[in-house]
């Protein structure tokens, strides 16, 4: 009998290609919400790994009526509509999400935020909409915007990091919403480079501060109905952001998504000054304790208690031969020394070099107990939070904040988004142009180490 089945949103042809030549448009051979996503985000990839074709047009093939233009109206409409099902790919059509440029399609800034987390926003179209979000509805910036119009000509958000100290504790908390909004979406989409690429436009942002910002800023609000900015006449309700987080993290289904919100945590609590008192605590105690730990009867009885202690899932108990020996003093001896030049760090405000500090303290860690219950309070995270997965959130931490320092937050113009190595499997070459048209290096979405500055 005959087959019924869904199309599939592509064909296989082998021609001879010289450059952009005959390249006229793309077409589509049906409706599905799917299909016209997948084509408007390979016209952005064509834009991108071929300037010379420009923004080719859209056209949607019908048998019975020919050609028709997908214009921008009814891009509009697809988007909405993808937003209203909350729908994503399945099947053997999960083809990677290429993100899209939607700053010229006409949609509202929620919806573009609330579509990044679902499905994908291009470099160029997230730096956009952060831009306009950070500076939206603030009419008392004036003299701040036309000095942001002055440095026009730097890319990206590279123009913020001039901002008076008002405009950065604004811009500030502004980040924040838009990591509760933006994340909230990425999270039940599942969807991990989104979330990646929304805190490594807006994290840097939270960090033009002195840590003072929370003793004279509102409280983020919202609409109580759902996650939106509010609006005036709306019922609200205030939000903190690393609550949002840590209920974001408890849904969150994969480790990646699970290391995004815990750095996005530790950024924001070593950018506030909430860090601080925690990691001048962790001294305190360790002082203590070193002071006690010449004594052999000392050590074996704090071996004892940590061997009784329940601790988190995946962590060993402490090897008896360590507290016998010197070795647990040599290791919270270190770990005291790294803790004190961190306090200086979160003290200086220096994030960089605070998250570099972290980065090499929990690099260098094989089997903490107490050290890693400490790290725990200290970056304000949950036993949900394995070594490995402190690992990686730090090192993810690291990643972001330094690559915010070396490229100015965005990446640079003409920066190439297909693989240079062609002989890898076609969707996994679409995997990686995905990532890379969001400002992604595989190997960063992938949590791969990051040498040390």
């Known amino acids: 009998g005959r087959v019924r089945a869904e199309p599939l949103p592509y064909n296989e042809v082998m021609t001879n290609v010289q450059g952009t030549d005959g390249l006229v448009g793309l077409f589509v051979r049906n409706l599905s919400v799917m299909h016209l996503l997948w084509a408007m985000g390979v016209r952005a990839l064509l834009q991108r790994a071929l300037p010379a074709a420009g923004e080719l047009p859209i056209f949607l093939h019908d048998p019975e009526r020919g050609f028709r233009p997908f214009g921008r109206a009814a891009q509009q409409m697809v988007v909405t509509a993808f937003l209203s099902s909350n729908a994503r790919p399945a099947g053997r059509h999960n083809l990677p999400c290429l993100p899209i440029d939607t700053h010229i399609v006409g949609l509202t800034v929620q919806d573009q935020l609330d579509f990044h987390g679902g499905w994908g926003l291009t470099n160029e179209s997230l730096t956009i909409l952060v831009e306009e979000l950070a500076l939206m509805g603030e009419e008392d910036l004036d003299d701040h915007n036309g000095q942001l119009e002055d440095e026009g000509s730097q890319d990206g958000l590279t123009a913020f990091k ?14 924040r919403g838009i990591l509760v909004i933006g994340l909230n979406a990425a999270v039940q989409a599942d969807n991990s480079a989104a979330a990646l690429s929304l805190v490594q436009h807006v994290a840097p942002l939270l960090f033009g501060t002195d840590g003072s910002e929370h003793d004279d800023m509102p409280k983020l609000v919202f609409n109580t109905v759902e996650t939106t900015v509010a609006s005036p006449s709306s019922p609200k309700r205030e939000i903190d952001l690393v609550s949002v987080l840590h209920s974001l993290a408890s849904e969150s289904r994969s480790p990646n998504m699970l290391a995004i919100l815990g750095a996005t945590i530790a950024l924001d609590d070593f950018a506030s000054g909430r860090m601080l008192p925690r990691i001048i605590l962790a001294c305190r105690q360790l002082e203590s304790w070193l002071s006690e730990s010449k004594s052999v009867m000392f050590r074996l009885q704090s071996w004892q208690e940590l061997k009784d202690h329940k601790h988190a ?74 070594l490995e997965t402190v690992n990686n959130v730090v090192n993810l931490a690291y990643h972001v904040i330094s690559r915010a320092v070396q490229l100015g937050i965005c990446t640079p113009q003409g920066a190439t988004v297909m693989p240079p190595n062609s002989g890898f499997a076609p969707l996994f070459q679409l995997e990686q142009a995905a990532c890379r048209m969001q400002g992604l290096d595989r190997e960063g979405h992938k949590f791969a180490p990051v040498p040390s500055m």
């Not at 960089?352 to 303290?361: A, E, P, S």
């Not at 929990?362 to 949950?382: N, Q």
Request: proline share 5%; with cysteine; hydrophobic share 35%.
């Open 162 to 175: 001039h901002r008076s100290p008002k405009f950065s504790r604004i811009c500030a908390q502004k980040a």
């Open 313 to 386: 899932p995946g962590v060993e108990s402490p090897a008896f031969s360590s507290f016998l020996t010197h070795k647990a003093i040599a290791n919270r001896t270190n770990f005291y020394k790294d803790l004190l030049e961190l306090e200086r760090l979160e003290e200086e405000h220096d994030v960089l070099h605070g998250m570099d500090k972290l980065h090499t303290l929990v690099g260098a860690m094989h089997h903490p107990c107490l050290r890693l219950e400490m790290l725990h309070d200290i970056l304000g995270l949950d036993d949900t939070y394995n």
